[in-house]
């Protein structure tokens, strides 16, 4: 990993940390597997630098009001809420 990759990895963590969310719940929230979020988390030879989208999810999550954190936490599905 270079360093700019560390630095997105250690950024990264750091707002997981700070909004409690775990890897299988935000795996949930963007709609990609757990081994996805593992591998932007992990010190692994296979490991990848967490995408543009993911940090900035993570960022506004942290923006959002608290009782808006708590209706995204309750149980994401996956699947398209129906409009209606």
């Known amino acids: 990993m270079t360093i700019k990759d ?3 990895q250690r950024e990264f963590l750091l ?20 081994m996805t979020v593992n591998r932007w988390t992990s010190h692994r030879d296979d490991a ?3 995408p543009y989208y993911a940090l900035q999810f993570l960022r506004a999550y ?3 009001p608290e009782a808006a954190r708590a209706r995204l936490m309750e149980k994401p599905s996956g699947k398209p809420v ?3």
């Open 48 to 50: 990848v630098d967490p």
């Open 15 to 34: 707002l997981m940390e700070h909004a409690r969310m775990t890897q299988a719940h935000l795996s949930g929230l963007l709609g990609v597997s757990h």
């Open 6 to 8: 560390e630095e997105n």
């Open 62 to 64: 942290l923006m959002l």
């Open 82 to 84: 129906k409009a209606g």
